[in-house]
């Protein structure tokens, strides 16, 4: 049913995801077909008609398999992104968590769990938890490993450094990584409604464009202001070549101004 909900969302998301890049992308394809197959059957059939007809169906059909093809793609890519997504989302919210949420989230995420001595432990392991935005490092396996317990332990963690796995295998450690938990708790129906998230707040309109400016693009600008200023001394539309190259010098100007010094 959730992977369900999944493709469904990666569809909607895909859907508005038809954009300019996407577009293009089909029409140059079309336009392709179009030129190769004209060509091919111009060549065998003298008739010009028959041939412009011929190539612009088979333009139409290598187009609109090519917008399935790239839908297509575009849809898997979407799926695959979602999935990554929340779990970078949950590796955030387990990250800023409370030990008691931690605990009882878990106690009803695994079978026949229960708390003892501010630990939680299951049918066959002891519990470990240590959410944070690093991967686990070799002393953080080792904290673990001192701990007292009569059962097998298992940590539960976000990610897990190389050498801090070869030391919980080196002793029987049990790791268990966000992908893991996602999929445990997607199974019990136990994601969180509302991901802890913090307040961010987006950059204003004038921060985004200023990041856009800097230095370097002076130059640029102002050489192909420049160059559409002088040809408009030699052109029979001049307007558009001074309105284009005035709007580039602006640009240079404005980059210099609100750019980051060097």
Same mark, same amino acid.
């Given at each position: 049913? =959730?992977?369900?909900?999944?493709?469904?969302?990666?569809?909607?998301?895909?859907?508005? $995801?038809?954009?300019?890049?996407?577009?293009?992308?089909?029409?140059?394809?079309?336009?392709?077909?179009?030129?190769? !197959?004209?060509?091919?059957?111009?060549?065998?059939?003298?008739?010009?008609? =028959?041939?412009?007809?011929?190539?612009?169906?088979?333009?139409?059909?290598?187009?609109?398999?090519?917008?399935?093809?790239?839908?297509?793609? @575009?849809? +898997?890519?979407?799926?695959?992104?979602?999935?990554?997504?929340?779990?970078? !989302?949950?590796?955030?919210?387990?990250?800023?968590?409370? =030990?008691?949420?931690?605990?009882?989230?878990?106690?009803?995420?695994?079978?026949?769990?229960?708390?003892? %001595?501010? @630990?939680?432990? &299951?049918?066959?392991?002891?519990?470990?938890?240590?959410?944070?935005? !690093?991967?686990?490092?070799?002393? &953080?396996?080792?904290? *673990?490993?001192?701990?007292?317990? %009569?059962?097998?332990?298992?940590?539960?963690?976000?990610?897990?450094?190389?050498?801090?796995?070869?030391?919980?295998? &080196?002793?029987?450690? $049990? *790791?268990?990584? #966000?992908?893991?938990?996602?999929?445990?708790?997607? %199974? +019990?129906?136990?994601?969180?409604?509302?991901?802890?998230?913090?307040?961010?707040?987006?950059?204003?309109?004038?921060?985004?464009? $200023?990041? @856009?400016?800097?230095? $370097?693009?002076?130059?640029?600008?102002?050489?192909?202001?420049?160059?559409?200023?002088?040809?408009?001394?030699? =052109?029979?539309?001049? #307007?558009?070549?001074?309105?284009?190259?005035?709007?580039?010098?602006?640009?240079?100007?404005? !980059?210099?101004?609100?750019?980051?010094?060097?």
């Amino acid at each position: 049913m =959730t992977v369900y909900i999944f493709k469904n969302r990666a569809i909607i998301c895909a859907m508005k $995801k038809i954009n300019f890049a996407l577009i293009s992308d089909v029409l140059f394809f079309t336009l392709c077909a179009f030129i190769l !197959s004209f060509t091919a059957i111009r060549f065998y059939c003298k008739n010009a008609t =028959t041939a412009l007809v011929l190539a612009i169906g088979i333009a139409l059909c290598c187009g609109l398999i090519s917008f399935f093809i790239l839908l297509a793609k @575009r849809k +898997k890519h979407l799926i695959l992104t979602l999935g990554e997504n929340e779990k970078k !989302s949950l590796s955030l919210h387990l990250s800023v968590c409370g =030990t008691g949420y931690i605990h009882k989230l878990f106690v009803a995420a695994l079978d026949g769990a229960y708390i003892e %001595d501010n @630990r939680v432990y &299951d049918e066959n392991y002891a519990c470990f938890f240590n959410f944070k935005m !690093s991967p686990l490092s070799p002393d &953080d396996i080792a904290e *673990i490993i001192k701990a007292e317990t %009569d059962k097998a332990k298992r940590v539960f963690c976000c990610d897990v450094s190389p050498a801090a796995l070869s030391l919980a295998e &080196d002793f029987a450690i $049990k *790791i268990t990584c #966000v992908a893991e938990i996602y999929a445990l708790l997607k %199974d +019990k129906k136990l994601l969180p409604e509302k991901y802890a998230l913090g307040n961010v707040k987006k950059p204003n309109i004038f921060k985004r464009i $200023k990041k @856009r400016f800097n230095r $370097k693009l002076c130059p640029s600008l102002f050489f192909s202001g420049l160059t559409l200023l002088f040809f408009s001394f030699f =052109t029979f539309y001049p #307007v558009y070549y001074i309105v284009f190259g005035g709007l580039l010098l602006t640009l240079s100007a404005i !980059s210099v101004l609100i750019g980051q010094p060097n």
